[in-house]
């Protein structure tokens, strides 16, 4: 397990496939991820991003490959927990924040809930722990909705706040599914302005559908095509290649 690509990378996927009921969700995926990167993760319906997010968190086992998290933890042999507790967030489509809650107690349940100096055992009224609510708060835009209960965000609003109670957990790598799905055009602008800002201390890899949205990201992007990787490169790169218009794009 020395290859040279696998030594300097925080996601490292080889030659992996996952087959449901006879069908080939990924078909010998490989995809590298280095320490600190941000990247896109596009591909039409089906391709395997949301099935590719799952084998990676140890929600689904591949049938065959390898799938490494900083060049030497073999994924494949961790279960959920055990994978998230290494530092690996992830944010589903849907917000899942605890309505009743103000939008500062949901991150502080989220740190609580952490292992991190800031757990219980220091109490809730501890001055560390709230310097970090209000830059976590501030990162995800919600300094101003501080008080609110989370019932009463707007949906982009509930998904800062799911980003930040994941931020409470200091994730090495962050994976985020369709993130400006049913966002507002502004909230998604905002929401491409925040992920860049995390992305200076996280590595996260983000799948969407908005090539706006993927274009001010300005990341690496990679096409997935039934399973496997169909093109990778800058934003312009993909953009240009024939077989990403022909799959995905639209001519
Ligand atoms: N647990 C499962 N059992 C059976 N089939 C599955 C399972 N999970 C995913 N699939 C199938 O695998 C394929 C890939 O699905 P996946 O959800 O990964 O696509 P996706 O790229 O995330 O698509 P979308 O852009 O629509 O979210 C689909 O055909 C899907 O129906
Ligand atoms: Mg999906």
Redesign the pocket.
């Known amino acids: 397990m020395t290859s040279p690509t696998l030594t300097n990378t925080v996601l490292y996927l080889d030659g992996v496939s996952v087959t449901?009921?006879g069908?080939r969700?990924i078909n010998k995926l490989s995809l590298a991820i280095a320490p600190g990167e941000m990247r896109a993760i596009i591909?039409p319906?089906?391709?395997?991003?949301?099935?590719?997010m799952d084998i990676i968190t140890g929600k689904?086992r591949p049938d065959e490959g390898e799938v490494f998290f900083g060049g030497m933890i073999d994924l494949t042999m961790l279960d959920e927990a055990e994978i998230a507790a290494l530092g690996i967030g992830r944010k589903f489509q849907k917000p899942t924040v605890f309505e009743s809650h103000t939008v500062a107690d949901n991150i502080r349940l989220a740190l609580a809930g952490a292992r991190s100096p800031f757990s219980a055992l220091f109490g809730a009224r501890n001055r560390i722990a709230e310097e970090r609510i209000d830059t976590i708060l501030s990162t995800v835009r919600l300094t101003e909705h501080r008080g609110r209960l989370a019932a009463d965000l707007s949906h982009g609003q509930k998904q800062w706040l799911e980003i930040g109670m994941l931020l409470a957990q200091d994730p090495k790598l962050l994976l985020v599914d369709?993130p400006v799905a049913g966002m507002t055009d502004a909230e998604t602008a905002e929401t491409a302005h925040l992920l860049k800002e995390i992305a200076r201390e996280h590595s996260v890899v983000v799948?969407e559908?908005d090539m706006a949205f993927v274009r001010d990201l300005g990341c690496k992007v990679t096409v997935?095509h039934e399973g496997s990787v169909l093109a990778e490169g800058s934003i312009d790169a993909v953009s240009a290649n024939e077989r990403v218009i022909e799959v995905y794009l639209g001519r």
């Open positions: 449901f009921d069908f969700a591909g319906n089906g391709a395997g991003k949301t099935t590719m689904t369709e799948v559908h997935l």
